[in-house]
């Protein structure tokens, strides 16, 4: 028998401006992750729209929908299931900018080298697997992989939560100069307010699927 319903996410609504960070914050299971999967249509929601640089999103067919996917990237947060094992992280890196036929491989590779010197690791780092990485270089990594396409907004769910407080902090600093050299908007979905202090512009309080607040950072 039915005991009950789950309501994923209903009525959200929120803009994001360009070079701002929204931070999402709310209890577990309010639909935070769903809301920043939906935009990204990594999951196809059953109602609503989302727009995002004059692209009407739900409604684009697989090829539009394919060059939309580079004005927008996801951060994940286990960068140990983001990456594959088996990839070198160069590898990784260089596969976006390839997939999407933007250029050759020796560009891919001049870009990833670049990226990857950009979050602070070396580009001889490249050779290596993500098993020979810290959890913090693997989510500089991650972060690398998503500034590949030159995306104009980043959904960051929960980016930070699996690291330890001197690597959080490093990892935030590095968000924010990336934002301001590169211009980019951020979705940032967390649990931690102290970082969401650090990295916001505007703070979106969600509830159960509603956004009930909404406002500056202070």
Same mark, same amino acid.
């Given at each position: 028998?039915?005991?009950?319903?789950?309501? &994923?996410?209903?009525?959200?609504?929120?803009?994001?401006?360009?070079?701002?960070? /929204?931070?999402?914050? !709310?209890?577990? !299971?309010? !639909?935070?992750?769903?809301?920043?999967?939906?935009?990204?249509?990594?999951?196809?929601?059953?109602?609503?729209?989302?727009? @995002?640089?004059?692209? +009407?999103?739900?409604?684009?067919?697989?090829?539009?929908?394919? =060059?939309?996917?580079?004005?927008?990237?996801?951060?994940?947060?286990?960068?140990?299931?983001?990456?594959?094992?088996?990839?070198?992280?160069?590898? &990784?890196?260089? +596969?976006?900018?390839? +997939?999407?036929?933007?250029?050759?491989? =020796? =560009? $891919?590779?001049?870009?990833?080298?670049?990226?990857?010197?950009?979050?602070?690791?070396? $580009?001889?780092?490249?050779?290596?697997?993500?098993?020979?990485?810290?959890?913090? =270089?693997?989510?500089?990594? #991650?972060? #690398?992989? &998503? /500034?590949? @396409?030159?995306?104009?907004?980043?959904? $960051?769910? +929960?980016?930070?939560? $699996? @690291?330890?407080?001197?690597?959080?902090?490093?990892?935030?600093?590095? /968000?924010?100069?990336?934002?301001?050299?590169?211009?980019?908007?951020? /979705?940032?979905?967390?649990?931690?307010?102290?970082?969401?202090?650090?990295?916001?512009?505007?703070?979106?309080?969600?509830?159960?699927?509603?956004?009930?607040?909404? !406002?500056?950072? &202070?």
């Amino acid at each position: 028998r039915k005991s009950g319903a789950v309501h &994923a996410v209903e009525k959200v609504s929120f803009n994001l401006f360009e070079g701002e960070t /929204l931070s999402l914050v !709310g209890e577990s !299971g309010c !639909g935070k992750s769903t809301t920043g999967r939906s935009v990204t249509r990594l999951i196809t929601p059953t109602s609503g729209d989302v727009t @995002l640089d004059g692209y +009407e999103v739900m409604k684009l067919d697989q090829s539009t929908l394919r =060059q939309m996917r580079r004005s927008i990237q996801m951060v994940f947060q286990d960068p140990f299931a983001s990456l594959n094992p088996r990839m070198s992280v160069g590898s &990784a890196v260089m +596969e976006p900018f390839i +997939e999407h036929s933007l250029g050759t491989k =020796q =560009q $891919a590779r001049d870009k990833a080298a670049s990226l990857m010197e950009k979050v602070g690791l070396s $580009a001889d780092m490249m050779r290596r697997f993500p098993h020979e990485f810290s959890g913090g =270089q693997r989510q500089r990594v #991650a972060i #690398a992989r &998503a /500034l590949m @396409l030159d995306p104009k907004v980043i959904v $960051a769910d +929960e980016a930070v939560s $699996a @690291l330890d407080v001197s690597i959080k902090a490093q990892v935030c600093n590095l /968000l924010l100069d990336l934002q301001q050299s590169l211009n980019l908007a951020f /979705l940032f979905i967390s649990h931690d307010m102290a970082v969401v202090e650090r990295v916001s512009h505007r703070v979106a309080v969600m509830y159960l699927g509603e956004i009930v607040e909404i !406002g500056p950072r &202070a």
